[in-house]
């Protein structure tokens, strides 16, 4: 039999999502368990992640669990030109488990089907990245008491930001509310907005950012606007400052107002933010190494108490 | 019984497979797919024939050759309206249209370039999530393709 894997967000069920954030808030109240002992884990980063790695990473150590792995794959024989699957067996003889990121789409499944110890998919190019948008929802979670019923304004690249599409999906079975603001260029594609049609998801596109969105949103989901992107340099030019949060657009937002960011940001959300307490990407970083605590426990399927 | 055709447009068949009703712009790709430019059998291959239904279509008539379930199924990926007429004694004994499967394995490359799969010695796997339209979807990568832009191995 397969063992339980986390590729993609799309496989999580609503009862899955709310187990593992239940248990995210137990690692919150106390992080550091000895649920992994005697366990090694394998962080294979075939593409640099630096924060994504040390998120994992804490989560493990914390758990008690020990780690092997690489940061780089141009270290590795991946760069003499051994395939995907021969590294995959290799490690699964050595480990418990196996987290990887992966520059190519579709890695993390394909080395879930080869191996016979659980994969934790820590993003495969622009394809999926779980353990984020589960500590998303936990953010989420946190500070607003509930997921069920929330306006969430999604902001700046909504065309590739693979974040804002998978929290579509993972929002998906809480009842949410839309506001999808973009430039033109970059505007939520059809897929996405389907997928909410077919949901039920109520959503409305805008491509003026301006604080009359923001007054009736419960989470401002920020995202960066990134020069490669576009064909058209005038059109960059012409919107990269008008996707920009400043601290004078929160006057009259709600109290209950947070502002997310993957991170890292580049000029998206003003300095001037982060002073605010509505400002939340700092801590949002935080809740990703209770979350991946959670995840790891969950396809170990260790109980967590 | 059925009143003499008047006209052939291509030779009749004694034994075999006669492909019909494919689009014209997909006749060669259909025979690709079949893999018949390795077979030895008498093929006749009409194309831009006059068609009541699709106004012109292709024509693919193959002696003494008879297709699995499978490989004839592969063909509703890019031409859904094709039929197959079994010949045995100059008789059509069956008419079978073809059915697009749930999965395809191993027979679409993904238009992706940064898919694992292009980048590693491995079987494509794609779901079909529209039979209707033909469109399918690359288990690893997730991209969507629409029938027309599908390639095959």
Known sequence: MKSKSLVSIDQCSKEDILRILENAAKFEANP?????????????????????????????????????????????????????????????????????????????????????????????????????????????????????????????????????????????????????????????????????????????????FDESIIDETDILYMTRVQRERFTDMEEYERVKNVYILKNDMLKNSKDNLKILHPLPRVNEIAYDVDDNPKAYYFQQARNGVFTREAIICDVLNIPVN | MSEKKKELQVAALENGTAIDHIPPAELFKVAKMLGLEHTQNTITIGNNLQSKKMGTKGMIKISDKFFEEDVINRIALIAPKVVLNIIRDF????????????????????????????????????????????????????????????VIK
């Open chain 1, 32 to 208: 550091n368990r000895k649920l992994l002992e005697g366990k090694v884990a394998a962080t294979l980063f075939f593409e640099p992640s630096t924060r994504t790695r040390l998120s994992f990473e804490t989560a493990i150590n914390r758990l008690d669990g020990r780690v092997i792995g690489f940061t780089d794959a141009s270290t590795t024989s991946s760069s003499k030109g051994e395939t995907l699957k021969d590294t995959i067996l290799m490690v699964s003889n050595y480990a418990d488990l196996i987290i990887m990121r992966h520059h190519l789409e579709g890695a993390a499944r394909y080395a879930s089907e080869v191996t016979n110890i659980p994969v934790i998919n820590a993003g495969d190019g622009a394809n999926q990245h779980p353990s984020q948008t589960l500590l998303d929802l936990y953010s989420i979670q946190k500070t607003q008491g509930t997921l069920d019923n929330l306006t969430i304004t999604l902001v700046g690249d909504l065309k590739y930001g693979r974040t804002v599409h998978s929290l579509i999906v993972g929002m998906s079975h809480f009842n949410p509310t839309f506001n999808f603001v973009a430039p033109n260029e970059l505007k939520m594609p059809d897929e996405q907005k389907h997928f909410c049609d077919k949901h039920g998801i109520r959503y409305h596109e805008y491509t003026e």
């Open chain 2, 91 to 150: 008789e059509v004994v069956e008419k079978r249209p073809v059915e697009l499967p749930d999965e395809v394995t191993g027979l679409v490359i993904c238009n992706n370039p940064k898919c694992i799969t292009n980048n590693e010695p491995m079987l494509t796997r794609f779901r079909v999530i529209d039979k209707e339209h033909g469109t399918i979807r690359c288990e690893y990568c997730e991209r969507k393709i629409n029938r027309s832009d599908i």
